[in-house]
């Protein structure tokens, strides 16, 4: 009996595997992975990564393509329906194959049914419960086949529903394309004849200009002709010494209205000696910015007035200015003098004389227009002598540099700064008061309280430009730049 068992048992063995693997076609080649647990269930294996289905793939490029639509332009917008709708084709493709997998599966399963239900029928005892439980298993796994197969038939229908939707669009993209496409070839063809047009118009302008040129040209040309018959006529030679005699006639005007000039002073000056008989002094010197007035006596000798009591004045009309500092018999106008009368007093033995300039103090020619052009720049630097320095005088006489800018003053030699200081209200700047003959050279500067110098310039001109400069950078910081105890015009003008 064992042995008639053992029979049957190897007999079945052979006649299922035969029945397998006769009918049964593998579309992947090898069983699926699965493992069976407690009470007969299937567990899917961990390691395996988890593929996205037909639904999911579907679904997300919907939105990325939604997502996407305002983004792209038309011509994009079709490559990408076309794209969807490979795709959607590429995934119907891989859903027949599923589907025909799925049915290679059915068969194979109701095969695998059938040899357990005949080997149940040939066994018996423990081998008959386990025939049932494989029996029970394989329905188990034809009811999920069964669930997936509803699943891929749902995903199946949306794939085409996709499909026909990608297909319409990609139509409305190909009619939008060709709307855009005319409509462009249409404004194409717009421009073209605007270009066109405007060219027609200005070869038009051109030839138009051009025949109204040669006919200014002719006219030009008669008009020519027609001047250079009536100056024939009017005998030339003759406008020609017209011409000549208004020229000496000019000549003349002006050297009488020099000499008219010069006899007007001199009237002047003689109406003031007749005025002033008693006065013995008198002024001698150019009376003009750069040079020195000097304290002379009019007629014959007269006394030593070195050690009397001088004092120098600007006047204008009525007004009476004092210049401090001005005590000695010679003076040297500066920038504030300009346009102005000088007047010095002398008192002598209890006698007062007085001196005044015969005409206003004028300016030096070119040197405003020297001053403007120094203005344009930042800093201007003058080479000095420092002859003073805190009222003593000073044996080096080396040269140093006078920086007068637009923020402040400096000066320096070589590479050390004996003063550097910004415009403020104690500073002070003004001609040399006195000093000899180099006075017109020279400037007083008091960079601020408890330092002040007396510097020696290269010319009067520079001198002078130096003080105009600087008390014109100091007027754009709101400081009035002067001498000691002065008032500057404007003041002066007010009082």
């Not at 393509?65 to 076309?82: G, M, T």
């Not at 000066?411 to 050390?416: A, F, M, N, T, V």
């Amino acid at each position: 009996m064992t042995r008639v068992t053992r029979d049957f048992g190897d007999s079945m063995q052979k006649e299922a595997i035969h029945l397998v693997s006769s009918d049964v076609n593998f579309v992947s080649g090898r069983f699926p992975d699965y493992q069976i647990g407690a009470n007969n269930i299937i567990i899917e294996p961990e390691d395996n990564p988890r593929v996205p289905s037909l639904k999911e793939i579907v679904a997300k490029e919907t939105a990325q393509l939604l997502e996407q639509q305002k983004r792209l332009s038309v011509r994009d917008l079709a490559d990408k329906f076309e794209k969807g709708l490979s795709a959607a084709v590429k995934l119907s493709d891989e859903s027949k194959w599923r589907e025909v997998a799925s049915l290679d599966r059915h068969v194979l399963l109701k095969k695998l049914r059938d040899v357990l239900d005949q080997l149940r029928g040939r066994v018996a005892g423990r081998n008959k419960d386990d025939a049932d439980e494989a029996i029970s298993m394989v329905e188990a796994l034809a009811v999920q086949l069964t669930q997936r197969e509803g699943e891929l038939f749902h995903e199946k229908a949306e794939v085409k529903k996709l499909a026909t939707f990608l297909k319409q669009a990609i139509e409305d993209a190909k009619k939008v394309i060709e709307e855009e496409r005319a409509f462009a070839h249409a404004e194409i063809e717009r421009a073209r004849t605007a270009v066109q047009r405007v060219e027609e118009a200005l070869q038009e302008q051109e030839q138009m200009s051009r025949s109204v040129e040669k006919q200014e040209l002719e006219e030009l040309k008669k008009e020519i002709r027609e001047a250079r018959r009536i100056k024939m006529l009017h005998q030339p030679s003759r406008v020609m010494d017209m011409e000549h005699e208004l020229q000496g006639l000019r000549m003349q005007i002006a050297e009488k209205s020099v000499h008219c000039i010069q006899l007007k002073k001199e009237l002047a000056v003689m109406k003031k000696l007749e005025e002033n008989k008693s006065n013995l002094y008198e002024l001698e010197g150019s009376e003009s910015l750069g040079s020195c007035l000097r304290i002379v006596a009019r007629t014959g000798p007269a006394p030593d007035i070195s050690n009397c009591f001088i004092q120098w004045y600007r006047t204008e009309g009525s007004k009476k200015e004092l210049i401090s500092g001005a005590t000695k018999t010679l003076y040297a106008p500066e920038p504030f003098d300009v346009g102005r009368f000088l007047q010095v007093e002398i008192v002598l033995n209890d006698e007062r004389f007085m001196a005044t300039t015969t005409s206003l103090i004028e300016p030096a020619a070119g040197l405003g227009s020297y001053v403007e052009a120094l203005a344009r720049r930042p800093e201007t630097e003058f080479n000095v002598v420092v002859t003073q320095m805190n009222g003593h005088d000073s044996l080096s006489r080396s040269i140093h540099v006078f920086h007068v800018g637009k923020m402040r003053i400096k000066l320096r030699k070589g590479w050390s700064t004996k003063a550097k200081e910004s415009y403020c209200a104690s500073m002070q700047l003004c001609g040399v008061r006195g000093g000899g003959n180099a006075a017109a050279q020279s400037i007083f500067w008091q960079a601020k309280k408890g330092l002040s110098f007396i510097l020696a310039f290269e010319s009067e001109r520079e001198r002078n430009a130096a003080i105009m400069l600087a008390r014109r950078f100091a007027f754009d910081c709101n400081i009035i730049l002067a001498g000691p105890y002065d008032r500057p015009p404007t003041e002066t003008s007010q009082n």
